[in-house]
């Protein structure tokens, strides 16, 4: 095979290309800036790359300029024709489109010094930033394919398995499973005609979760080595990647990551020469939540309804056609790479003493610096809330952090020094889940938290199972009930009622995590139940039958001189006053909408 | 098409590597700067900066860093760069040609050995006070 010789440049450009910075317009500023550096007559100095998501999400769309690592954010297509003339041509840096910190007063023009970036340590996300996904020769240039060597030709399959459990390295979809122990009751399972499977589970539908659909934009090849590396380990030959219809760009780029590596013989007949074979097939899934779930995901694949079974029999001994079946998440195969080629030992350096390695989060809701994080295990909550997520806008408090998904549970702001780990976070009611973070501030409401996660889990419940299908239902209506003023004391019996009997009983890992939500803001924030119940308030004025609203009839005539702009906007009529008077609000009519209170400039509707 | 053997996968890496090796913050032997204001950029520093960007490509190095900087104060002797060894203190080269440039990666950016003839002075100003 002909080695291609790339060109040399002096700058490259790494725009980011994740899913958020494209529809930010980064594809736009990528064209713009070609265009505005061959009119500068730059082309053969300067490259622009796409790579996969950076993380830093929150000030997209990014771009970092190397040598140097100078970041830039929140580009627009109008600063392009300055910022090439200025940085690229008369090598000026510039100031005005880089980050700064809310609290500082001068901009941070390296990346590494960004704190955002400092504290992260990247092993899954190693990639991230410093490669084009769609150049197989980029990846391999960053060490790709170097550990599927080494596991090709020097090792044995004991010998792998051997390293990964060294590594402690456990699931990262949810479960937290030990991979390596894994990897061995697949091996271990007899097969009557030889064949086995291996299935890379990218079918994430958490809210707020974008792990997966990450690395399998900015980094496939990881992915796909992972699986190999695993495929010799248990003895596969074929591979499956489970992945949403609803991720294009992920399922464009896994697509041509599989087409580089078959052109480059590092999937299919006699890999590197080996002997070995093996190839993988991309599965698209139509969305919905339970597949997720590994037999209803492996059900997904065979062509049947994605619904779950009874375990056992455990994929590792039935699982594709009834064929013993390795299923691993995304997050999880894009580690084993690292470990075959650092060692199990290495990995096993991070961490804590149950949890190893490095695990992605991606930090959403009320926090000033939403993205995708990779951090050692162990850190505390405080360290990703504050130090890497800057903390909650507008001067907020900081109420609590909903992990794992909406089948996770909220943990309060008492615990913010909590160290992450697998243990840590099933002790304090919630779960690793796949990676989800959703901060929340004091305008919080957490029954109204409680009901939305299940109005999630109960619309995806697959209804197969009767204390799933019924009970998140059941549950449901109490906490509706609830957040319209209508619920009684003896609701929150029968709610935590209903929550264990659905825990204990339901077939699969959504119906057995769908009330953990319930259960932990029922242990944290009884009392915010009980104000609803016995006061009929809410306390951070979010459930809204429960509001009265009037107008202070000072406020209006003096500040708003009457304006009649609530009036205008009242869609039930309720409000009573001309143009120059005081306004008032009808209750009999009102329908607590909350307009009123959101076009008043001038302060005078309350919230009560 | 034939296949990918070890030694062909380790020959793609290497090459693939000298593309992409100023993405990474590894440590660099030497650092070149090229001055590039208004005044350099006139006095064709943009020739220098390709003369050097040559020696790089030309020598599959992966160890120098190219850049640019703005106006270094002393226009009249432009094109002018600057070359920093790894420890050493930053030596200022004046009135360049792509024949200079040449010279001075190979003796001093390789070599170790400053090109006296064509340097202003060694070291900076002072930044701060």
Known sequence: MAVAKEKLYRLHLMVCAGTGCVSNHAFEIKEALEKEIKRQGLENEVKVVTTGCNGFCERGPLMVVQPGNIFYQTLTVKDVPYLVEEHLLKGRPVKKLMYQPPEEKTPVPVLSEINFFKKQVLVALRNRGLIDPEKIEDYIARDGYKALAKALTQMTSEEIIKEITTSGLRGRGGAGFPTGLKWQLVRNSPSPNGDKYLVCNGDEGDPGAFMDRSILEADPHSVIEGMLIGAKAIGATQGFIYVRNEYPLA????????????????????????????????????????????????????????????????????????????????????????????????????????????????????????????????????????????????????KAVQTGGPSGGCIPAEKIDLPIDYESLTEAGSMMGSGGMVVMDEDTCMVDVARYFLSFTQDESCGKCTPCREGTKAMLDILTRITEGKGTEEDLTLLEELAHTVKEASLCGLGKTAPNPVLTTLRYFRHEYITHIKDKKCPAHVCRQLNVYSIDPQLCLEKGHGCDVCRRNCASEAIIGAKGEAHKIDQTKCIKCGVCYDVCNFGAVRVD | MPKLTLEELEKIREEARKSIFIREQGQFKAKIIVHMGTCGIAAGARNIMNAFLREVEKRGITDVLLTTSGCAGLCSREPMATVELAGQAPVKYVDLTEKKAQEIFEKHVLGGQIVTAYALGIGSEKTDL
């Not at chain 1, 030992?345 to 804590?352: P, R, V």
């Open chain 1, 251 to 398: 399922v464009k780029r896994i697509l041509i990551a599989l087409d580089q590596a078959r052109q480059f013989g590092l999937l299919g007949h006699d890999i590197l020469g080996t002997g070995f074979d093996f190839d993988i097939r991309v599965v698209r899934g139509a969305g919905a939540f339970v597949c997720g779930e590994e037999t209803a995901l492996l059900a997904s694949i065979e062509g049947r309804l994605g619904e779950p079974r009874p375990r056992p029999p455990y994929p590792a001994e039935k699982g594709l056609w009834g064929k013993p079946t390795c299923i691993n998440n995304v997050e999880t195969w894009a580690n084993v790479p690292v470990i075959i080629d650092r060692g199990g030992k290495w990995f096993a350096s991070i961490g804590t003493a149950t949890s190893k390695g490095t695990k992605v989060f991606s930090l959403v809701g009320k926090i000033n610096n939403t993205g995708l994080v990779e951090v050692p295990m162990g850190i505390t909550l405080r360290e990703i809330i504050y130090d890497i997520g800057g903390g909650i806008p507008g001067g907020k408090k900081f």
